[in-house]
């Protein structure tokens, strides 16, 4: 029998759950509703609930502040009023609140702590064999990667014609014996032999992901969920305007008091035309009314962009648009939008047969630099051929490429940059040169990146007043080397080879 049950005291930024028995007559998920209001000195804040199997109806509270919280749940589901209290401690090591756009282009936790994306691509990770998730989490956490892009609907597409380990509804899928590298194709969309009830969440599926969620906030990483996507056998992307609304109204209402959530409405959304312009503005507006902490939201591109401009959006989350091109825009796509650029999808590391998974780990680190010289930053993927078709983009498991040890040497150098960020200075033509964001008509820190250029020296001339610490970064190596401290023109000898930067301090400011 289900009881009237929350825990007495949480920390800030932490889920509280309240969870009260209800009415299981009709479908619980349509005909029955929940919502809790939760006060404190410092806020009230209203927040639907949801059903969660075997009579469970639950709500989710994120509290912003350490005091002492009343709350009341009431709605059709019940004929009774459920309150109570709590107190709410401050929040602990590691937990620095959700993640928001700070210094325009940049983000940081609500604790003011700078976070820098190192973003990572793994589909349905979260969808395989126990095994294989446990992999994941330990690679993750041996890793640089502080943010994870991942889908809550299966995923069908090359590589990716396995049964996943659950279904987000009640029902059957189509017989996927039938599937072959070569007709995998031919069966999107409503595929027949599919029988699902789209207005019945399987809840074993949906607490799973909560499991992984908060896996991931333990490693403090952002659990970027992709909402909605076109890789589909089973009919998930082509339900009806009502389903895809109770759908999004489920994962709202279930989600969002997790504070490393971020939103991606959709993954390639130009990829599903049975969806319009007016679809996805609809989705976004559940979001903006119904999410109470407004976590980050976006929307990704296969080709053509979102207009990132809409206001509802709050950084960009773009795939490339060039073969050999993306990073390079960066500077050009902060000035169109005004908002932290994310370039999510860069082509990936890998061997495998498709354009977009096949550079070289230099070349991706490449991108990684040249993205963050920019004042912008990429996302990684790997897509090496494995014995049994375990790509990381899409399963998880292991990294084997050369570039996520690479991360973690260019994560510690934006940590050491002065203030909030890096922004593009036009300093020099022929190299790419960043400053930090907030410094003013003066800069004091320079980081220039020569990417796959190879001078032997560099000189520089800033003023015969100042003196300036010169570091020689070699950004593969990961090493960092002093090369002395300068005061008017002077001359910085280089190795001549590829994926070199310097880095310059003021002196005094050292």
Same mark, same amino acid.
């Given at each position: ?48 609930? &949801?059903?969660?199997? %075997? ?15 009343? &709350? ?32 325009? &282009? ?93 207005? $019945? ?16 906030? %333990?490693?403090?990483?952002?659990? %970027? ?141 490449? $991108? ?88 032997? &020296? ?53």
């Amino acid at each position: 029998m289900i009881e009237f049950t929350y825990p007495k005291q949480t920390e800030r930024w932490d889920v509280l759950e309240v969870i009260c028995p209800g009415f299981t007559d009709k479908n619980p998920f349509t005909d029955y509703q929940i919502r809790g209001v939760f006060k404190s000195n410092g806020e009230t804040k209203t927040v639907e609930g &949801f059903y969660n199997g %075997d009579g469970r109806y639950t709500v989710r509270f994120m509290p912003s502040f350490a005091e002492h919280y009343t &709350f009341a749940i009431s709605g059709s589901f019940s004929d009774k009023t459920y309150a109570g209290d709590f107190a709410v401690l401050p929040a602990q090591k590691g937990n620095h609140g959700p993640v928001r756009v700070a210094n325009t &282009f940049h983000f940081a936790y609500e604790d003011g702590d700078p976070y820098y994306s190192i973003g990572t691509t793994c589909y349905v990770w979260e969808l395989q064999s126990a095994e294989l998730q446990k992999k994941t989490l330990e690679t993750l956490s041996k890793s640089a990667f502080n943010k994870i892009r991942f889908c809550i609907f299966p995923k069908h597409y090359d590589y990716n014609l396995g049964e996943p380990r659950s279904y987000p509804y009640e029902g059957k899928p189509m017989d996927s014996s039938v599937l072959t590298k070569e007709n995998f194709q031919s069966y999107t969309g409503t595929a027949p032999g599919n029988k699902w009830d789209f207005k $019945r969440f399987n809840t074993e599926h949906f607490q799973h992901i909560d499991n992984c969620i908060k896996a991931l906030r %333990d490693l403090n990483i952002e659990a %970027d969920l992709i909402i909605m996507h076109p890789y589909d056998r089973w009919g998930f992307s082509m339900m009806s305007a009502e389903e895809d609304d109770l759908y999004w109204n489920y994962c709202i209402a279930r989600f969002s008091a997790f504070r490393n959530v971020w939103w991606s409405l959709a993954n390639e959304y130009d990829l599903m035309p049975q969806k319009t312009l007016a679809d996805w503005e609809r989705y976004a507006a559940l979001l903006c009314e119904k999410d109470p902490y407004k976590h980050l939201r976006s929307i990704h591109n296969c080709r053509p962009f979102y207009d990132y401009s809409r206001p509802w959006i709050t950084h960009c989350s773009i795939q490339r648009q060039d073969l050999y091109k993306t990073a390079e825009f960066t500077t050009e796509w902060r000035e169109r939008y005004g908002k932290p650029v994310v370039l999510d999808e860069i082509a990936y590391e890998g061997n495998i047969q498709h354009g977009w998974g096949n550079i070289s780990g230099k070349e991706l680190v490449r $991108r990684f630099w040249e993205a963050a010289c920019r004042g912008g930053y990429a996302g990684h993927g790997e897509t090496f051929l494995h014995p049994n078709n375990l790509l990381w983009w899409s399963h998880g498991g292991e990294l084997h490429g050369e570039s996520p040890e690479r991360f973690k040497f260019l994560l510690r150098i934006l940590k050491e940059t002065p203030g909030h960020g890096l922004k593009p200075t036009p300093l020099f033509w022929d190299a790419v040169t960043a400053t930090a964001e907030n410094n003013a008509s003066s800069p004091d820190y320079y980081l220039i990146y020569y990417g796959f250029m190879r001078p032997s &020296f560099r000189e520089f001339y800033f003023n015969d007043i100042e003196s300036f610490e010169v570091e020689v970064i070699d950004t593969w190596e990961m090493t960092i080397v002093k090369a002395g401290v300068y005061q008017g023109k002077f001359k910085v000898d280089l190795p001549g080879k590829e994926y070199m930067a310097i880095r310059i301090k003021k002196a005094q400011n050292l």
